[in-house]
T-cell receptor
Framework: DGGITQSPKYLFRKEGQNVTLSCEQNLNHDAMYWYRQDPGQGLRLIYYSQIVNDFQKGDIAEGYSVSREKKESFPLTVTSAQKNPTAFYLC?????????????FGEGSRLTVL | AQSVTQLDSQVPVFEEAPVELRCNYSSSVSVYLFWYVQYPNQGLQLLLKYLSGSTLVESINGFEAEFNKSQTSFHLRKPSVHISDTAEYFCAVGRSSNTGKLIFGQGTTLQVKP
């Protein structure tokens, strides 16, 4: 089945550590996105990529980094510079051809900083 | 700039009662509109979308939403809810000329009581 796979589903980290969240899609979508979800704040865009080897900052990129070396992969690194990293992180993708704007989401990764 | 406002953070309702979840948006350009549903600790799933054409759109599980351009609204309705409809619902807006960046509302938690 086609879809988006995020791992790990749950992750604990100590303050000062970097952590990388994985996102893989087999939908052959060109664009991929990372959103952060906090209670009562909806989803906020961290980074997005519309093509391999290119990505743009979203609304809350500070303290995060990404790479897009392959079309199917878009990992997110939460660095020690992110002041409040505990959150639910969602990866999504969309197709550029026959564009309808719809995003397809993974199951999410919940990061807790101890 | 675009924005989305979901007017209610929580909506409690009894089973088999009707429900309306309200969504207003602001945008100076043509938009696509979406409702997504999220069950606990899961990603978002598309419920329904408005791209063009008929202003009334329906989902397979009985929800419907009406695009009202003059009131810049896209309210979600269901005539009779079930316990299984308990979830968080997100309204989102995207620009018809852009590739995939969506702006999300803060979310509305629908609590269906027996």
């Amino acid at each position: 089945d086609g879809g988006i796979t995020q791992s790990p589903k749950y992750l604990f980290r100590k303050e000062g550590q970097n952590v990388t969240l994985s996102c893989e899609q087999n939908l052959n979508h060109d664009a991929m996105y990372w959103y952060r979800q906090d209670p009562g704040q909806g989803l906020r865009l961290i980074y997005y990529s519309q093509i391999v080897n290119d990505f743009q900052k979203g609304d809350i990129a500070e303290g995060y980094s990404v790479s897009r070396e392959k079309k199917e992969s878009f990992p997110l690194t939460v660095t020690s510079a992110q002041k409040n990293p505990t959150a639910f992180y969602l990866c999504a993708s969309s197709s550029a051809s026959g564009y309808t704007g719809e995003l397809f989401f993974g199951e999410g990764s919940r990061l807790t900083v101890l | 700039a675009q924005s989305v406002t979901q007017l209610d953070s929580q909506v409690p309702v009894f089973e088999e009662a009707p429900v309306e979840l309200r969504c207003n948006y602001s945008s100076s350009v043509s938009v696509y509109l979406f409702w997504y549903v999220q069950y606990p600790n899961q990603g978002l799933q598309l419920l329904l979308k408005y791209l063009s054409g008929s202003t009334l759109v329906e989902s397979i599980n009985g929800f419907e939403a009406e695009f009202n351009k003059s009131q810049t609204s896209f309210h979600l309705r269901k005539p009779s809810v079930h316990i299984s409809d308990t979830a968080e619902y997100f309204c989102a807006v995207g620009r018809s000329s852009n590739t995939g960046k969506l702006i999300f509302g803060q979310g509305t938690t629908l609590q269906v009581k027996p």
